[in-house]
């Protein structure tokens, strides 16, 4: 239920966020990539099994392949394995305080960034040139570490909202890992 | 957490991240959405919709009420720029008009043999009626004198009365101490041979128009009777015969009949020219020179300089 629930918001947030970066093309290309945020939060508080993360991520990934336009499937495998990696991080890192954030919320879009360029490459979707993909990769970077944070208040408001105990969710609000 | 648990959970795991790859796959092969592509598309569509619609109502709202931080100073330059343009757009109108009226007066220049004089209308008193009573130009007494006719290319506009200093005053046509002596012109007859009935134009002096009237109109020149009738409509031309103006300007056209007592005719004339728009006029100041008899047996001198033709 935790899970669906994260998915929900994030989806809701992405289409938000969509429907917001229209209003500012300016910074059209620095869309802050909260697929991988998600996923890597999934990911980082992933309890004892890990493939329901690696589900809520899939999930979420097949409805952003929906809205963005991306061919089915990319962005959920992008996603699944982000959740991975930040499983795997996941007994070596602990995300708390803003600086923390910032920097893993950037280095989830870089990876998140690398990994959908790796696919891509695989499975011979087009893609830009270098150049332009290293720019977008850079802007998708800065917007996410600029908005990391405030994802993962949320998310772990909703963490604590599922707590069943008072440490629990004191936990949750304070970052530690469940 | 047993090593079963563990492995069913990672085997749960590895189905998982296989399935976006070969949905990867079939979709790139594919290359249009599945029906569950469809499927869920047509479900979400209407909460991106309305979301769509909710953020772009508060943008809109945004940049239409809110963000108009600016719009005051801009406001105000695009005022001032207007009002700066209308101004130029006037003084070209005027100066244009006045182009137009210059180039008329250099037809004019060119069509009339006399030796004549362009000036410019700079006052025009006005009747209670908002009529041109008369005409000022610049033109003063080491240029013009009194009695010179003056003209635009639409026909004569009066002549000239008072002349003071740099300046002199125009009296016009319709002006009761006007006399042209006209014709009116015969339609059988080309536009540059005046005949037909003669009469002596006066101006009426009326303060609501510019009508003149012809008095004594006399028969001639038209032998058949229902030729010998003026009518309305006909035109009014200069005889030449007043020693004022050359012959064959067109004074105006025959407005109303106003008496016919058998032998003469009384009519009204509506000059051709409109004395309001008037901006620049033509002053004739003497005749042209008299021909030369000796023109066409004086040979053409040679060229001093320069290759001649073989």
């Not at chain 1, 939060?41 to 993360?53: E, F, K, N, W």
């Not at chain 1, 790796?118 to 011979?124: A, I, K, M, P, T």
């Not at chain 2, 007494?141 to 008072?162: F, H, L, N, W, Y």
Request: some cysteine; aromatic content about 6%.
């Amino acid at each position: 239920m935790r899970t669906a629930t994260i998915v929900l918001v994030a989806y809701l947030c992405c289409v938000v966020v969509a429907a917001l970066w229209r209003l500012v093309p300016w910074i059209a290309d620095a869309i802050p990539d909260l697929g991988a945020l998600t996923a890597a939060y999934l990911g980082l508080t992933a309890r004892r099994q890990v493939s329901p993360a690696i589900g809520g991520a899939i999930v979420l990934g097949y409805l952003i392949d929906l809205i963005s336009g991306a061919p089915a499937g990319l962005v959920a495998l992008v996603l699944g394995l982000t959740t991975l990696v930040a499983r795997a991080v996941q007994q070596r890192i602990l995300v708390r305080g803003a600086v923390i954030s910032v920097a893993f919320s950037a280095f989830v879009a870089l990876l998140a960034g690398i990994v959908s360029w790796l696919v891509r490459e695989l499975y011979g979707v087009p893609t830009a040139a270098f150049g332009v993909e290293l720019r977008h990769l850079a802007g998708v970077t800065i917007a996410t570490a600029i908005i990391g944070p405030l994802v993962w208040r949320m998310f772990r408001r909703i963490d604590a909202a599922y707590a069943r105990t008072h440490r629990e969710r004191d936990a949750a609000l304070e970052g530690l890992a469940p | 957490m047993t090593l079963r648990s563990r492995l069913v959970d990672w085997s749960l795991t590895a189905v998982l991240i296989l399935l976006p790859a070969l949905v990867l796959r079939a979709s790139l092969a594919r290359g249009t959405p599945s029906p569950l592509d469809k499927a869920l598309l047509r479900i979400t569509a209407p909460l991106e919709t309305g979301v769509s619609w909710v953020i772009e109502g508060i943008g809109g709202t945004w940049s239409r009420y809110v963000s108009l931080v600016d719009v005051e100073a801009e406001n105000r330059e695009l005022r001032e720029d207007n009002e700066r343009l209308r101004k130029q757009l006037a003084a070209m109108a005027r100066r244009a008009y006045d182009v137009a009226a210059l180039e008329d007066l250099a037809v004019v220049k060119k069509r009339v043999p006399f030796d004549t004089l362009g000036a410019r209308v700079i006052g025009a008193p006005l009747s209670p009626q908002f009529r041109v009573v008369r005409l000022r130009i610049d033109r003063g007494d080491r240029e013009v004198a009194a009695g010179m006719p003056v003209i635009t290319s639409q026909g004569p506009v009066g002549r000239i009365d008072k002349v003071y200093g740099d300046y002199a005053d125009v009296v016009l046509i319709s002006d009761p101490s006007s006399r042209i002596d006209v014709v009116i012109r015969d339609p059988a007859q080309p536009p540059n041979a005046p005949s037909g009935e003669r009469g002596l134009l006066v101006g009426l002096g009326r303060a609501d128009s510019y009508a003149c009237k012809i008095e004594w109109l006399e028969r001639q020149g038209r032998t058949a009777p229902s030729q010998s009738r003026v009518k309305v409509g006909d035109e009014v031309v200069t005889s030449g015969l007043g020693a004022t103006f050359p012959a064959g300007l067109v004074v105006g056209k025959v407005s109303k009949i106003i008496g016919d007592d058998g032998m003469f005719q009384s009519v009204e004339v509506n000059p051709a020219v409109d004395v309001s728009r008037v901006r620049a006029v033509m002053v004739l100041l003497a005749p042209p020179p008299p021909p030369d008899p000796d023109a066409r047996t004086k040979r053409r001198s040679e060229a001093a300089f320069g290759a001649r033709p073989l």
